[in-house]
């Protein structure tokens, strides 16, 4: 398998001259944020975080997407932190897109380079630091865990991108697939997140509708997506937010593949009150 590519904003700012015009845009079903608006000055900081600044893509929101949030986190050297996550609540999966990270979990040390993954559970015992001489960056998404009666939870775990085959979809020919960190069947995870895969000319021959909640960034590639009533561009370094329900298709347009890192809800009744 060859190495992919995984894009990563690195900040600053447009210049005057630039004309306003842009893909933002956000509505009752769906948000795109593209990477032209991850600049220095939407950026913020977090408790406990040294050398730390974070792009906030996603966060719970009344009467849209409920049940995540997710943060592109960029670490200059020598910067982390001993008290991550202020939530106990909370359980995390990071995905690194650009540098080196020095993961621990209890006594455990992990070297994350890109295509690093991890999932951390909710009470798990982690810090993090940037030992390199140069910035990191990864994806944060948390969630708070649901737990059930009769199931344990799931274990800390860290892998890479490499260490595991892509899943092709059924009738593609291997154009379409995903590639999965945690088993569908394994009913202790209550969230995915998966890097989804299209060969160019690829599409999802439907509208997806259903009760999933998305964040999906662009990590390598282009495609025009379907959000809802409307087709829309995106590229590589963009990102697209999915309230439940909200139909969804895409033509994989090439040159190159088109890949992007998908959370989606999962293995729980719906909540009633």
Request: aromatic letters at 12%; one cysteine or more; hydrophobic letters at 40%.
């Amino acid at each position: 398998m060859s190495k992919p590519n995984y894009y990563a904003p690195t900040g600053g700012l447009p210049p005057q001259t630039q004309l306003l015009t842009d893909r933002a845009m956000f509505t009752e079903a769906y948000a795109v944020i593209p990477k032209g608006t991850m600049s220095d000055i939407v950026t913020s900081f977090l408790p406990f975080w040294d050398k730390t600044r974070v792009w906030v893509l996603s966060r719970p929101l009344s009467g849209f997407a409920e049940t995540f949030s997710q943060y592109i986190v960029e670490v200059s050297p020598q910067g982390g932190s001993t008290h991550p996550e202020t939530d106990p609540q909370a359980q995390g999966v990071l995905f690194v897109v650009d540098g080196c990270v020095e993961l621990t979990i209890g006594n455990d040390v992990h070297s994350m380079v890109e295509g690093g993954y991890a999932y951390l559970p909710a009470g798990c015992d982690w810090t993090l630091r940037n030992v390199s001489d140069a910035p990191a960056r990864f994806h944060w998404l948390r969630k708070a865990y649901e737990a059930v009666d009769g199931l344990d939870a799931p274990d800390a775990f860290v892998t890479n991108e490499q260490d595991h085959a892509p899943n092709a979809m059924p009738g593609t020919d291997g154009k379409w697939a995903t590639t999965r960190f945690v088993e569908p069947d394994d009913l202790r995870h209550d969230m995915h997140v998966n890097i989804v895969t299209f060969e160019p000319g690829a599409v999802i021959p439907f509208a997806e509708t259903h009760v999933m909640e998305h964040g999906l960034y662009v990590l390598e590639g282009k495609a025009v997506y379907r959000l809802n009533q409307d087709w829309v561009e995106v590229e590589a370094g963009d990102y697209m937010w999915l309230r439940a329900f909200c139909p969804q298709a895409c033509y994989a347009g090439g040159p190159g593949k088109f890949r992007y890192l998908l959370y989606k809800d999962v293995n729980r009744h719906m909540k009633l009150r």
